[in-house]
């Protein structure tokens, strides 16, 4: 069928712009006549209107011959929450057989308030119940007794209610060890009803099982008054630290600055003395002296810590000094936090003792990681200056850390600044340039004519613009040396890692093996990624986070690189820049345009992305010949940056009709940016077809674009008995269209 059109049958019903009621009979009508699912779905969709008809219709519904159609109904109604509902809602809580509508009517008179209901539910708390039909062949069907879900929803529906009669119930499932666990519920519930819950909820602090203790103080710390209040102080005092912890995790959530916090400073517990610290620690200063000559690694820490993000914790004497203790330590995570607290507290006094510590031959990388992270705290041009120097460090996770906090600091002020002017040194290869080449007789025997690089990398554009193609099936190793070096590989081996970690000897002795007497090829290992590359790979990366004309100029180089991993990377972080700048300078959008026609898939796809905001003719076209592009991904991007720039016209139309549904979806979005006319029967049309696996998307797409409109067409479906298997579409769509806010009922 062409898109644009929709078949209508008689009679029509017209809808008038803002009249609903017709979209309500039709789905009252699907209700009480159609078939199974589509009236479970009428009730669904009459949920999401609401309205008079809409209850006297689902109120019917309740009755309904299949028990899914009698559970919609019900979710429905307590959806609306309408209390004309409530005499047939009980009715089906005692005598509906099916558990899933008991619950959903629990719900329904729950949401009501309705006193009726009361008694009900406390029966069902209390356990089975003669007078209420249950279907217990459904518990051998299952496995599952669903006798406990309806015990915990009407204990929660009693709570809300503020229904006191129900503490014996809840007590009596809290205390029932052989029953399902559902000690939490019923505790939350006892609070909820007020100050005879809190009470009972107290009494258990007496309890021997410290699994309930630990839960009501949990809960108790969360309560107001005088009786929680006590219970919370007969918690913290608990024998068990689990108890303990669990209160103090309770009071800071509800509030941080409670003094009885305090207590757990001292507690005998580790854990809860460096959990007491996080909690409540700045509200403690003059406790922090002694917690930093704890004689636990984590009460220490966690000290160090709370000073790093609170540097007007300073009264602690001598603090300066300890902070350079602190700094000596063996312990990458003691250092680490040392160095932190540090430049939060004194950054200029800091800056000399980290560099020193930086500097030091025994300090470990994971150190000079933590100390690289706490510049980032000083963040002035000493600093910044120490942090260059760490850029071409060798150990390749000391140098990303640098590089990321040097990207964090660019990130503060604005562009351009000292720290984005080394990204984009890094970039161009100016702040960590390529070492010069050894003298071949340096490079163990090596010829350059022997490595096949080539084969390897190939020049950069010709593999951009070239089609893939099978690589070349070379010979089985003929002998454990040529495997191991791979100067043969073989279909059947697996690729080297690119970061296989090699000791010395092995370095060594694979040199030897790269000097091959017969003359075969030769590959050249090496041990870790090169330095030079890997700054201008990650540099590439950081700087995609900055939304600035003069970086996509910069990243324009990388796209002609040998190395693939850098070109992809330096064309992802352009395609993220160009998607937030309103103008990109000519020679961006040139190279962009070329890129769009390149045979590498990624680079197509990025390209298109990024000229989404480029709103010229010449872009327009190029976006528009995307759309027969051979890769789906490809296509969706052309798509959506057409609607971007509002050319979704006839083209994009066609492509509704695609074998993939990500590409569907964009033109279906993009034409409704558009708000062309026939576009919403065009949508129409689209909601009913690829078996309606579009037809929620679709109908939002309508409520914004026509609600009148999409209304009349979709009741017109909804009566046309020659698409009878378009009306389930219609159902979801107008249930969809016309959803409205929960009504409220005191």
């Known amino acids: 069928m062409e898109h644009g059109t929709i078949v209508k049958s008689s009679p029509e019903i017209v809808l008038q712009a803002g ?31 609401g309205g008079d008809q809409a209850v006297d219709a689902l ?77 217990e ?41 052989e029953a399902l666990d559902i000690t939490e519920t019923a505790m939350k519930s006892l609070a909820r009803i007020g100050d005879s819950g809190i009470k009972a909820l107290a009494d258990y602090m007496d309890d021997s099982d410290e699994r309930r203790r630990r839960r009501a103080a949990s809960v108790l710390s969360h309560c107001d008054g ?57 509200q403690h200063e003059e406790r922090l002296d002694l917690l930093l000559d704890d004689k636990d690694i984590d009460v220490r820490l966690a000290v160090l810590d709370l000073l790093s993000k609170h540097p007007e914790l300073t009264n602690t004497p001598m603090l300066g000094e300890r902070l350079r203790d602190f700094l000596q330590s063996p312990s990458a995570s003691i250092a680490a936090s040392a160095a932190a607290a540090f430049a939060a507290v004194d950054p ?19 150190i000079r990681r933590g100390i690289i992270r706490a510049l980032r705290i000083v963040g002035d041009d000493d600093a ?78 010709d593999q951009d613009e070239a089609p893939d193609e099978a690589p070349e099936a070379n010979p089985f190793p003929t002998s454990t040396l040529d495997a191991i070096t791979g100067a043969v590989e073989s279909e059947d081996t697996l690729p080297l890692p690119d970061n296989v970690e090699m000791t010395q000897d092995d370095i060594e002795f694979l040199g030897l093996t790269g000097g091959d007497k017969k003359g075969r090829r030769t590959i050249a290992v090496v041990p870790d990624v090169l330095v030079h590359e890997d700054v201008c790979l990650f540099a590439a990366r950081l700087l995609g986070d900055f939304s600035h004309p003069e970086v996509t100029v910069a990243l324009l180089e990388p796209l002609s690189s040998n190395d693939n991993e850098l070109k992809q990377t330096a064309a992802d972080s352009l395609a993220h820049i160009c998607a937030t700048i309103s103008e990109l300078p000519a020679e ?25 905001c480029a709103d010229d003719g010449s872009t327009v076209m190029i976006l528009i010949n995307k759309l027969d592009d051979e890769d789906s991904f490809v296509r969706t991007e052309a798509i959506r940056s057409l609607g971007r720039l509002g050319q979704a016209g006839p083209g994009v139309g066609r492509l509704l009709e695609d074998p993939d549904a990500s590409v569907r979806l964009a033109a279906a979005k993009a034409l409704a940016q558009t708000n062309a006319p026939g ?50 579409v219609a159902i979801e769509s107008l249930g969809e269209i016309n959803r409205a806010q929960p009504q409220v009922h005191v």
């Open 19 to 49: 009249d609903q009621d017709n979209v309500c009979n039709a789905l009252c009508d699907t209700l009480l006549t159609g078939v199974d699912i589509h009236r479970t779905l009428a009730a669904q969709a009459l949920g999401q209107i």
């Open 59 to 135: 109120i019917k519904g309740l009755l309904d011959e299949d028990g899914d159609v009698r559970t919609d109904a019900a979710t429905a109604l307590a959806r609306l929450a309408d209390p004309k509902a409530d005499k047939q809602l009980l009715e089906n809580l005692i005598g509906d057989p099916c558990p899933e509508v008991k619950l959903a009517a629990m719900d329904a008179l729950a949401a009501t308030a309705n006193d009726e209901v009361k008694p009900w539910l406390l029966r069902i708390l209390a356990g089975r119940d003669e007078e209420i039909v249950w279907d």
């Open 137 to 177: 062949d459904e518990f051998y069907a299952t496995g599952w007794d669903d006798w406990v879900d309806m015990q915990v929803r009407s204990m929660q529906a009693l709570a809300d209610l503020g229904v006191e009669d129900a503490i014996t119930g809840i007590t009596a499932a809290i205390n029932d060890d």
């Open 226 to 282: 005088p009786v929680a209040a006590n219970a919370v102080n007969r918690a913290l005092q608990d024998a068990s630290s689990a108890v303990r912890l669990a209160v103090a995790k309770g009071l800071a959530e509800k509030a941080p600055t409670d003094e009885r916090l305090a207590v757990l400073l001292v507690d005998e517990s580790p854990e809860i003395r460096a959990e007491a610290v996080v909690l409540c620690g700045a």
């Open 348 to 366: 200029k006094g800091a800056i000399p003792e980290l560099k020193q510590k930086l500097d030091q031959e025994e300090t470990t990388p994971d």
């Open 384 to 461: 910044l200056q120490i942090l260059t120097g760490f850029v071409d460090n060798e150990d390749r996770q000391v140098r990303l850390e640098a590089m990321s906090t040097i990207a964090v600091l660019a990130g503060e002020g604005d562009w351009p600044n000292a720290a984005g002017n080394i990204l984009l040194d890094a970039l161009s290869g100016e702040l960590v340039p390529e070492p010069e080449a050894e003298p071949e007789e340096q490079q163990g025997g090596i010829k350059e004519d022997d490595v096949a690089t080539a084969e390897l990398d190939g020049d950069a554009e």
């Open 588 to 612: 961006t959008l040139d190279a962009l345009h070329a890129k769009a026609k390149s045979q590498n898939r990624d680079m197509r796809l990025q390209a298109v992305r990024a000229l989404g």
């Open 679 to 728: 576009v919403v029967e065009t949508l129409v049309d689209f909601a009913t077809s690829f078996e309606g696996y579009h037809t929620l998307e679709a109908a939002k797409l309508l409520a914004d674009i026509d609600k009148p409109a999409a209304n009349t067409l979709f009741v017109n479906l909804l009566h046309d008995d020659d698409r009878i298997r378009y009306w389930k």
